[in-house]
């Protein structure tokens, strides 16, 4: 009797070989085919989980974007929310953590002229701008904070964030793991410094 698939694992299975595709060569690296030959499967097999390209351009960056997140949700301890350790993770300090970045670069670009991609994108980025804002909330550093201008500083930390991995993409060694640590953990003392965050005015 032939051993049951599980459906769920091949296909996030899948969606790993076309991120390190993406990542090597861009979005136009990752066809049905090269992702079937990277796998040892057929194009038929594959097309099982994935009708096209799209589709599989579509829950790679989902894995990406959940790969991400569970990172960050793994640097929290229970009770004890730290900003900083949420953040750290996402930097592109180490080959996983770069390579969702070049995952996201590549969908970005097509996000641009597809309307599905493009709410996909903003749908993620409302997420982590909310999760931002709940650490903002229970971090007791930042406790002083006026919760109201909460929003408006998580979506200048994720800003800040997206600026610093960009740099740390296409100039690593002006961008070194320690600068990009550094570099938020300065932005964060900034932060905490405000009696009142003037961007939000």
């Known amino acids: 009797m032939p051993a ?3 459906h769920h694992a091949r296909k996030i299975a899948l ?3 076309a991120a390190d595709l993406v990542a090597a060569g861009g979005a136009d690296a990752a066809t049905i085919r090269a992702v079937a030959k990277a796998a040892g499967f ?3 097999a594959v097309t099982h989980y994935f009708s096209d390209k799209r589709a599989l351009m579509l829950l790679t ?3 990406a974007a959940f790969s991400s997140k569970a990172r ?3 640097s929290q301890l229970e009770n004890v929310a730290d900003l900083a350790a949420l953040l750290h993770p996402l930097l592109p300090i180490d080959p996983k953590a770069e390579r969702n970045w070049r995952v996201w670069f590549s969908f970005w670009g097509l996000a641009i002229a597809d309307p599905e991609f493009a709410a996909e994108q903003r749908l993620r980025v409302r997420e982590f701008i909310d999760r931002i804002a709940d650490c903002l909330a229970a971090d007791p550093r930042f406790a002083h904070l006026d919760e109201q201008h909460h929003p408006a500083i998580a979506s200048a930390l994720l800003s800040s964030l997206i600026g610093i991995s960009t740099q740390a993409i296409f100039d690593p060694e002006a961008w070194p793991p320690e600068r990009q640590v550094r570099a938020i953990n300065e932005m964060l003392t900034r932060t905490s410094s405000r009696a009142v965050y003037e961007g939000a005015e």
């Open 42 to 44: 057929s194009t038929k």
């Open 61 to 63: 960056y989902r894995h």
């Open 72 to 74: 960050s949700d793994a």
């Open 4 to 6: 049951a698939i599980d």
């Open 15 to 17: 969606a790993e070989i």
